[in-house]
């Protein structure tokens, strides 16, 4: 049976099937585990699905006035990125910042506890770029709060750590990262980024461009 479950939700997942999904979340338990444990599955199309679908699942929780369960699912994701759980939750920023995107209520405090759980940690530096890309300007508040540390992402030589960063930088129109993405506009290395259900690649120069580009346009 647990084959079985693991094998459909996998299947949905890659289709990106999310009504059926999520329907079989509410019928099954199995299945929301699996989509859990989908989190850090080693095929992207999987593990970047089961992040989205988390985000929905929650949603839907939200809608049914399941806070206290939406809150208690956080602070797991939270303790997985702690040394405590014996892990790297390598996902949990990601999704903490997807689930805050479904649920803007939920950025005071959960989008600053992701930076500060993720920022400084280099396994899971990525995923919180990500994260604050993902939430764009509803975060910037707390990025400024966070400043030096945000900043001192870039001085990773890591062209896939910089290529987050940039396009972070620019979806939360951050303003003192502009001298930093100056010196990235000659880099051409390709860097891809998962956006809108499918990964961009562009040259880690052009990512920096772009993001110069919206902190202009918010001028």
Request: charged fraction near 30%; aromatic fraction near 10%; glycine fraction near 6%.
């Amino acid at each position: 049976m647990d084959n079985v479950v693991k094998r459909q939700t996998k299947d949905l997942l890659k289709k990106r099937d999310f009504d059926s999904i999520l329907a079989s979340c509410e019928q099954n338990r199995h299945v929301w585990k699996e989509v859990r444990f989908s989190l850090y599955d080693m095929d992207d199309s999987v593990r970047w699905a089961a992040i989205e679908t988390t985000g929905r699942y929650m949603k839907r929780w939200w809608n049914e006035k399941r806070e206290d369960k939406i809150r208690q699912y956080i602070r797991t994701l939270f303790w997985s990125m702690t040394d405590e759980s014996g892990g790297i939750g390598w996902s949990a920023p990601q999704t903490i910042a997807e689930i805050i995107a479904n649920i803007p209520e939920l950025i005071d405090p959960y989008g600053s506890m992701m930076i500060a759980y993720s920022i400084e940690e280099p396994p899971l530096a990525k995923g919180g770029l990500w994260g604050m890309g993902r939430l764009g300007r509803r975060i910037a508040a707390s990025m400024d709060f966070f400043r030096d540390k945000v900043l001192a992402v870039f001085r990773s030589n890591d062209a896939e750590t910089l290529g987050l960063a940039a396009w972070a930088m620019g979806e939360t129109v951050f303003e003192p990262a502009r001298p930093f993405l100056e010196k990235l506009v000659a880099r051409d290395e390709p860097v891809q980024i998962y956006r809108d259900g499918s990964f961009a690649e562009k040259p880690l120069g052009q990512w920096a461009r772009n993001a110069i580009a919206r902190l202009e346009g918010a001028e």
